[in-house]
């Protein structure tokens, strides 16, 4: 689960050299980013997954999606998944629970989000106006997620199946809503494997900080954490030896 893509700002932005070499580090390492059609398909047991294949996403819809992260996309050949707010699509991230001192940064146009459709990338929900899910009542929840799916099917002219779920805030109310909107599947920001049987509407993903060298990330992508650091691999092994995994 990728956000930022560009000029160090926050833990949840990348720099570009930095993303390049993650993906890189991970092609060497074996590893194959798949569609959301494979993935999906792969959890209604209708298709095979492989060792070392997983799904890229990205959160929010940046600008520099298509500056920076195009370019490694296609170098590699792989898709990505990227989750839009609907209503800020051409605008800036000023999402409904932000106050005035967050930085906001520039958000995919039409055209951009075409040409990124061009080479792969598909498009999902991530509502309407980003708020907090689970704050919301039951009309705001319904506008929130039906209205966003509509919007973007309009755009897109193709079936909207995925939410993630702003601030990964969701609760047992806010999945119902999601079904009752017509998606099949939703993310979560929980760490850990997603695995056949698994809770459609809380799929698991995990978290890239800036910071994270390759290495780092291999380590959370093969433990399944959002913890890189050597200790949880240290713990990992130990468990192994001990006959506890």
Wanted: net charge positive; hydrophobic share 45%; glycine share 8%.
């Amino acid at each position: 689960m990728y956000h930022r893509v560009d000029l160090p700002g926050s833990r949840f932005c990348v720099p570009p050299a930095r993303f390049a070499a993650q993906l890189r580090a991970l092609a060497r390492a074996g590893f194959r980013a798949v569609t959301l059609e494979h993935f999906t398909a792969w959890l209604a047991g209708e298709a095979r997954l492989e060792p070392g294949d997983f799904l890229l996403t990205f959160d929010d819809g940046y600008r520099d999606l298509h500056h920076h992260v195009l370019p490694v996309l296609r170098e590699l050949d792989w898709p990505g998944v990227v989750f839009l707010v609907s209503d800020r699509i051409g605008g800036e991230s000023r999402w409904a629970t932000d106050d005035e001192a967050r930085p906001v940064y520039p958000l995919l146009d039409a055209a951009m989000i075409a040409t990124l459709r061009a080479h792969g990338v598909s498009f999902q929900s991530h509502s309407r106006t980003h708020p907090r899910l689970t704050a919301l009542d039951a009309a705001a929840l319904a506008e929130e997620l039906a209205g966003s799916r509509a919007r973007l099917e309009a755009l897109l002219g193709e079936p909207v199946e995925a939410l993630a779920y702003p601030f990964g805030a969701v609760d047992e109310r806010v999945a119902e809503a999601a079904r009752d909107a017509g998606y099949r599947f939703a993310f979560s920001t929980r760490s850990g494997f997603n695995r056949r049987g698994e809770d459609r509407w809380r799929l698991r993903r995990i978290d890239v900080h800036g910071d994270d060298s390759p290495r780092m990330l291999l380590r959370k992508i093969r433990l399944g954490t959002n913890d890189g650091g050597l200790m949880p691999l240290v713990r990992y092994y130990l468990r192994r030896l001990l006959g506890k995994v």
